[in-house]
Nanobody
């Protein structure tokens, strides 16, 4: 069983920065990718960024140039560095881990950006 625990969310002013972390524990086999998703208030969950096993990264257009996804393999942790945040970045941010066998989600961490 794999568990994902997010941390680092909070209240930040527009233009500020925040760093989210997601620590994975358990038996992780055939890791394919780790990703961040978010769900703004009253909206559906949306994909934000992905980092593959080969460390290839991809981002939704709205965060390109502002957010950076990275990971520490030794710690089984993935990060999302959020810079120049905007009020529209306000959402519940979820960590996702995808293997060849399954798809895992964390419980989410709230990010609120004030204008």
């Amino acid at each position: 069983q794999v568990q994902l625990v997010e941390s680092g969310g909070g209240l930040v002013q527009a233009g500020g920065s925040l760093r989210l972390s997601c620590a994975a524990s358990g038996s992780i086999r055939s890791l394919n990718s780790m990703a961040w998703y978010r769900q703004p208030p009253g909206k559906q969950r949306e994909w934000v960024a992905t980092i593959t096993r080969a460390d290839t990264t991809n981002y939704v257009d709205s965060v390109k140039g502002r957010f950076t996804i990275s990971r520490d393999n030794a710690k089984n942790t993935v990060y999302l560095q959020m810079n120049s945040v905007k009020p529209e970045d306000t959402a519940l941010y979820y960590c996702n881990l995808r293997t060849s066998f399954s798809n895992y989600w964390g419980q989410g961490t709230q990010v609120t950006v004030s204008s």
